[in-house]
């Protein structure tokens, strides 16, 4: 060999070596396809006359199931050099990625959205203890806090849901990502409060579903705000507890009572879009019927039984018994399932007047009581007297008014004969 060739020789073997030693880790290579293995790509290393390998795991940020799916031989694919494999460099002396160089482009997307105050959509890959991992292009996770903005058992149900998520914390020198999908749901329920509280009106009747249940009523969700049913307002019979008739995702029909933006409340009735209890009482309880009721309240002059929900009538005290009672306490009692005959009906006023003796047999050898003096009274007797002279008979509004079956003069007036006549006593 010429000197002259030898010293080409060895320029052009020093260029080789000097072009293997401008490759170092971190450097972003161009490497080509020479074989694919079942686990990994060998690539040569455009430029430098080595070749490195791409991991199975390092080719991409997504799952890959098969390898041939995503690179042939001879695909060019941007790289970046993450280590040194070993000191043979014939058989691959560098160890290249094509996640990291595709996460390093996914960590500054994020960050310009994070900085812009956007959000991201990612799939929840896996349940973990404390949270979620979602999959941004890069390892995400979601706090058990950040989930809702309510409390939730059982995470397992997020598993492969594709979720919107507000970025909290960002740092990609520790491949650290928190997320929060509870901050989507509160900014979507404070936009949809702020929608409904600006349109719903009281008297509105409108359908929602049933969030959450108490002791002390229901709280239905209108679609983002959720409103109360009292208790009181569930049914027009008594509900002891709100769980006896409702359930958690029950379909409803409200009717709104009330509405306080300043509060964050509104008020609804369940009871309020049911037919009312009066409807039709005239056909339900014609005079002269007889109906099984409950004593719901016993008072000085007499006792109000329920013969439907929400309808309740009046059982006068001379109407509980053909025998002279004190008070109605005597032989009823709150709760008591009673027979009773409709001696009257008004369904304007809402009264009912009843009966209970009309259905029982007259003791033998009792005469027939005698018929009220007061003309617009239905001759249905006078009430016996209430032996407590100095207790003020509060009789309600509705049972006042002279067509009620009984009058006023008919359930006051022993109390008052007997106030007559201490005022003649005293004056002897």
Same mark, same amino acid.
């Given at each position: ?21 401008? *490759? ?53 694919? $941007? ?47 896996? *349940? ?25 058992? $059982? ?79 569930? %049914? ?23 509405? /306080? ?43 109000? *039984? ?8 009046? *059982? ?29 009906? /008004? ?49 309600? %509004?509705?049972?006042?008014? /002279? ?26």
């Amino acid at each position: 060999m010429s000197e002259k060739n030898e010293a080409e020789n060895t320029e052009t073997m020093a260029d080789a070596l000097k072009s293997v030693e401008t *490759v170092h880790i971190g450097d972003t290579v161009k490497g080509e396809v020479l074989a694919v293995e079942d686990k990994q790509l060998v690539v040569g290393i455009e430029g430098t006359g080595v070749e490195g390998v791409v991991p199975l795991k390092e080719l991409s940020t997504q799952p890959i199931d098969d390898i041939r799916s995503v690179a042939k031989v001879g695909d060019k694919l $941007d790289l970046v050099v993450i280590s040194t494999i070993g000191k043979d460099k014939e058989n691959g002396q560098y160890l290249l990625s094509k996640r990291r160089l595709e996460a390093q482009k996914v960590w500054k997307e994020i960050q310009a959205k994070f900085d812009a105050g956007e959000t991201i959509t990612a799939p929840v890959t896996s *349940v973990v203890k404390g949270g979620l991992v979602v999959n941004a292009g890069v390892r995400g996770f979601v706090p058990a806090s950040m989930v809702e903005d309510h409390f939730v058992e $059982d995470l397992s149900q997020y598993k492969g849901q594709e979720l919107e998520f507000k970025i909290i914390e960002i740092e990609p020198s520790e491949n650290r990502l928190i997320l929060s999908h509870r901050a989507i749901v509160e900014a979507g329920k404070a936009e949809a409060r702020k929608e409904i509280f600006a349109k719903i009106q009281p008297g509105d009747v409108v359908e929602g579903k049933v969030a959450r249940l108490t002791n002390f009523g229901a709280f239905v969700d209108l679609g983002g705000v959720d409103g109360l049913v009292h208790v009181s307002e569930i %049914a027009f019979d008594h509900v002891d507890k709100p769980s006896d008739v409702l359930k958690v995702g029950q379909d409803v029909k409200v009717k709104v009572l009330a509405v /306080d933006p300043e509060r964050d409340r509104i008020s609804l009735s369940i009871k309020a879009t049911l037919p009312q209890p009066w409807d039709d009482i005239d056909e339900k309880a014609p005079a002269g019927s007889t109906l099984t009721g409950t004593v719901k309240r016993l008072t000085s002059f007499g006792a109000f *039984v329920e013969v439907f929900p929400g309808v309740e009538g009046l *059982v006068h005290i001379s109407q509980i018994s053909h025998e002279h009672i004190a008070t109605p306490q005597d032989v009823l009692k709150e709760g008591q399932e009673v027979q009773v005959k409709v001696l009257s009906v /008004d369904p304007d006023q809402h009264r009912l007047a009843l009966s209970i003796k009309a259905l029982q047999e007259r003791p033998e050898g009792m005469e027939e009581e005698r018929p009220s003096r007061n003309n617009n009274s239905r001759g249905e007797g006078r009430p016996r007297r209430n032996n407590s002279r100095n207790e003020h008979t509060k009789i309600p %509004a509705e049972y006042q008014q /002279d067509d009620s079956g009984f009058s006023l003069g008919d359930i006051l007036g022993d109390a008052l004969k007997d106030a007559a006549k201490g005022a003649e006593d005293n004056d002897k």
